[in-house]
């Protein structure tokens, strides 16, 4: 069955300080893999995606993440993190299908929170 | 803006109560879909329309139903509420076509509490 597994629930970090967050899927998800993320109180909005072309990928508030397909992961990470940056985020894959219904497969979820 | 609305954002109903829960989006999207968040656990896939008047059960459609009579709207139906279905709704859509084929578009969610 295709998974996605966050490794992390929680990551505390100081603001400014640099983050990574943790994906693997299982190799026999579709490799098009999604992060989103939720501030609190709110719905999920798309933060970056990889659908083809360039392992490094590059999203909204400064968020990169790298599909790696030898480790099976798609770590997201910021180099120097803010306040407002904390929210959890969640890891996702669309199932068996492709893409094209758009039942995406998400991980637990990590909630990172950054302290002043 | 694009947007998917979700008509309540919190409700509080007693156990055996019906409720139903609306989401309307304004993209014109064919396919539509009711996920459920609890802590640790992710979201949960309830139900997917892709088209109007059709239906898909996801990983976790018992004591639920939906409706999709319009293809803005869809709506989740709990027949007789229990307490374990005390949760946030988030709902979202999806085009099967361009650009963004695949990418959710999700409302502000529903949390519900089951007394």
């Known amino acids: 069955a295709q998974s996605v597994t966050q490794l992390d629930s929680q990551v505390p970090v100081f603001e400014e300080a640099p983050v990574e967050l943790r994906c693997n899927y299982s190799?026999?998800?579709?490799?098009?893999l999604f992060w989103y993320v939720q501030y609190p109180n709110q719905g999920l909005q798309l933060l970056l995606k990889?659908?083809?072309?360039?392992?490094l990928v590059k999203g909204i508030n400064g968020f990169e993440a790298e599909f790696n397909k030898s480790q099976t992961s798609f770590h997201l990470r910021k180099p120097s993190v803010h306040i407002s940056d904390t929210a959890e985020y969640f890891c996702?894959?669309?199932?068996?299908?492709?893409?094209?219904?758009?039942?995406?497969?998400f991980g637990q979820g990590t909630i990172l929170t950054v302290h002043p | 803006d694009v947007k998917v609305t979700q008509s309540s954002r919190y409700l509080v109903k007693r156990t055996g109560e019906k409720v139903f829960l609306e989401c309307v989006q304004d993209?014109?999207?064919?396919?539509m879909f009711w996920y459920r968040q609890d802590p640790g656990l992710g979201l949960r896939l309830i139900y997917f329309?892709?088209?109007?008047?059709?239906?898909e059960k996801g990983d976790i459609p018992e004591g639920y139903s939906v409706s999709r009579e319009k293809k803005e709207r869809f709506s989740l139906i709990l027949e007789s509420a229990s307490t374990n279905q005390t949760s946030m709704y988030l709902c979202a859509s999806s085009s099967k076509r361009g650009p963004n084929t695949g990418e959710l578009f999700f409302g502000e969610g529903s949390r519900l509490t089951v007394l």
């Open positions: 990889y659908l083809s072309g360039s392992t």
């Open positions: 329309s892709y088209d109007v008047k059709m239906k």
């Open positions: 190799s026999s998800v579709s490799v098009y």
């Open positions: 996702a894959s669309p199932r068996a299908g492709g893409t094209s219904y758009g039942k995406l497969t």
């Open positions: 993209m014109d999207h064919e396919n």
